[in-house]
């Protein structure tokens, strides 16, 4: 019987230290202010600026009678996303390698890819937080539709979450130094921004353009979370880009990733 009461002890304790490595970063994420800002605060302020602009809050009929701030909250959205997975973690993650911290920890009972875990988990959380805020802000600010069809919106947001997490986890697996991830990460960004429509929202690209976007992981995001925010469920060919995008890259930065 004394047996069988002590025989989890090692997987209890190893959870717990694993908890305390997860406190820990985000103790260490929530002194980062530049993080928290560009994350958080940034796509609230650019799309309440946006939707300042008059022309921005009348309907349009080219876009259906839609406004363009309706199509902007969104793409605010997805621009967290592309932060905290492109901008925000790859840096982080490199400069533990640089610094020997996840050599140093393999040699611990905590396990390396706790850390990994853990920064992963908080950008994914402060991702879907500056989401709830854009909503937030562009229902009571603007009127802006809160998304009826609230299960599809949430599933085009993880699958979101999910692929941009993936090529953060990419852009550090092939990165030696904080310098190169911070390069390769301005690289994709701008593509990713474009992609998700900050600058032209998907759906006022002209036909080719748009149908070009589609295919990537971000302009499949803005239409499907577009659709699920006008009530239809996304289409499942959007969906089906971002799952097949997030399993590459998954298995990329999988293969790829060395801890030193």
């Not at 008059?54 to 605010?76: E, M, T």
């Not at 006022?204 to 009530?231: E, K, N, Y």
Request: with cysteine; proline share 7%; hydrophobic share 55%.
């Amino acid at each position: 019987m004394a047996t069988a009461n002590t025989a989890p002890a090692p997987r209890t304790a190893l959870s717990g230290a694993s908890v305390a490595v997860l406190k820990s970063e985000t103790r260490l994420f929530l002194r980062e202010p530049g993080s928290l800002f560009w994350i958080m605060v940034f796509p609230t302020v650019l799309m309440t600026i946006l939707g300042l602009i008059p022309s921005f809050r009348d309907p349009d009929d080219a876009l259906g009678g839609r406004r363009v701030i309706d199509l902007y909250v969104p793409v605010a959205v997805l621009l967290a996303m592309i932060m905290a997975g492109l901008q925000a973690m790859p840096p982080v993650l490199t400069g533990y390698r640089e610094r020997g911290i996840l050599r140093r920890m393999s040699t611990t009972p905590v396990r390396a890819s706790a850390l990994l875990g853990a920064q992963i988990a908080l950008h994914g959380v402060a991702a879907l937080g500056s989401a709830l805020l854009v909503t937030a802000v562009g229902r009571t600010a603007f009127g802006v539709r809160l998304p009826r069809q609230p299960f599809g919106y949430l599933l085009a947001l993880l699958l979101a979450v999910a692929c941009v997490l993936a090529l953060g986890a990419l852009v550090c697996a092939v990165s030696r130094t904080t310098r190169i991830a911070g390069a390769i990460g301005s690289v994709v960004f701008f593509p990713m921004m474009f992609t998700a429509g900050v600058w032209v929202p998907v759906q006022a690209m002209p036909d080719t353009l748009r149908h070009i976007v589609q295919f990537t992981p971000f302009g499949a995001a803005s239409q499907a979370l577009d659709q699920a925010a006008a009530g239809d469920w996304p289409n499942w060919a959007y969906l089906g880009v971002m799952a097949l995008w997030t399993a590459l890259v998954a298995v990329a930065a999988t293969r790829t990733f060395r801890w030193e």
